[in-house]
């Protein structure tokens, strides 16, 4: 007799998948819900981007660190900091141009056009005594003012501005016509409208996240822990990526995140009390042994569809659990992260200002209450019992 070897992460996978598609399916597709997928198909795409660039950025710092207290030295590796640095700015410095070409893709108009728009709102050339003026309130206009925010804002104009200008101009001079018309109708709602308001909104947005943050301290993080699994399960999480661009630009860093990604530290725990509390649950171990170690890389997907919330009670705590860590990274404050990234132990290299210890103090503080909540609380007898995920 031939024994197949059971593929764990194919078994997990295919376990979450199945159970994702039937929450999704319960889910109304409102307007709501198409922000937060457009949201989502503009950032997604520039992920890796964002990893990439804020991993040799922080490569950049460690060097720069090491050099200032005297561990290394020379020319060469002051060469290589710059080069790094120029490779991380390479996508930094130039995210909203990358934003505008995405956010056309999405919204229907001209790639090309929605990168000039993004390009526009870094007012390049603007020097010395040649500044354009915030219309509202007299004060010289900033590159970059606005932000993400108003690089969306002003692409969504666009491709309504583009379609409307397809559908009256003659094809002959369409290709002439119609981008220029749109990029002189758009850019200057952009540099004299949207750059203005959209940075007042972007500000405003920053500053009151960091103002929960810095005064709210444990019982802040302990909220954003605990209810950032729910908004993960319910697709509301990519609203949070242009807060986190937007910190990061004006202050070197998101202080969000790392309290955010407390939310998958807990529910880590959780499911490594379910694998020691549930023994005789052959399914739900098989299901754990492919979804837990991913969720500690922080990717957590696997865990909440295929496990915490089909089983309903684990889920909670998990939330629980996250919200301790939360409470931990807000208790010992100034905890950021330099770019955005999967969270968990993935996250630990973007750390900004040195501050992996209070980074790690959260995580395994998050581990641990996942754990003990859902060991003492996050189980039925038929979970325990059963040879079936969730009853």
Not at 218 to 239: N, Q, R, T
């Amino acid at each position: 007799m031939i024994v197949k070897k059971m593929d764990y992460k194919s078994y997990a996978a295919d376990k979450a998948k199945a159970n994702k598609e039937a929450h999704k399916a319960k889910q109304k597709n409102g307007k709501l819900n198409k922000v937060l997928k457009s949201i989502a198909n503009i950032f997604i795409p520039l992920i890796p981007a964002f990893i990439g660039a804020g991993l040799i950025g922080g490569i950049a710092a460690v060097l720069s660190n090491l050099m200032v207290a005297g561990y290394i030295s020379g020319a060469w590796i002051t060469q290589l900091i710059t080069v790094f640095n120029v490779i991380k700015d390479g996508m930094l410095a130039y995210l909203a141009i990358f934003t505008g070409i995405n956010a056309a893709k999405e919204f229907g108009a001209t790639p090309g056009l929605g990168g000039v728009i993004g390009g526009t709102t870094l007012l390049t050339g603007i020097a010395g005594k040649n500044i354009l003026m915030n219309v509202f309130t007299g004060e010289p206009l900033q590159p970059g003012q606005g932000g993400i925010i108003g690089v969306i804002f002003a692409v969504w104009i666009l491709s309504i501005v583009e379609k409307r200008l397809h559908k009256i101009v003659p094809n002959a001079i369409d290709i002439i016509v119609t981008p220029t018309i749109a990029l002189l109708i758009v850019g200057l709602l952009t540099i004299f409208i949207f750059m203005p308001l959209a940075g007042f909104v972007s500000d405003s947005l920053v500053s009151v996240v960091n103002g929960i943050i810095s005064i709210g301290g444990v019982f802040s993080g302990f909220i954003i822990g605990a209810s950032f699994l729910p908004l993960v399960m319910l697709g509301l999480h990519h609203i949070f990526t242009p807060i986190h661009i937007e910190m990061i630009n004006q202050s070197g860093a998101t202080y969000l995140l790392p309290i955010a990604a407390m939310a998958g530290a807990g529910q880590v725990g959780a499911a490594l009390a379910l694998w020691v509390r549930c023994k005789r649950n052959t399914t739900l171990r098989n299901t754990l042994k492919g979804a837990l170690p991913v969720g500690f890389l922080g990717i957590g997907e696997p865990l909440i569809y295929g496990v915490t919330l089909p089983l309903g009670r684990p889920f909670l705590t998990a939330c629980i659990g996250g919200g301790i860590g939360g409470a931990v990274i807000g208790g010992i404050g100034h905890v950021g992260a330099k770019a955005i990234g999967p969270s968990g132990v993935s996250l630990l290299p973007l750390i900004s200002d040195n501050m992996y210890l209070g980074y790690i103090a959260g995580l395994l503080a998050a581990y641990a209450g996942g754990f003990v909540c859902t060991y003492l609380f996050g189980t039925t007898k038929a979970m325990r019992q059963t040879d079936l995920l969730g009853d």
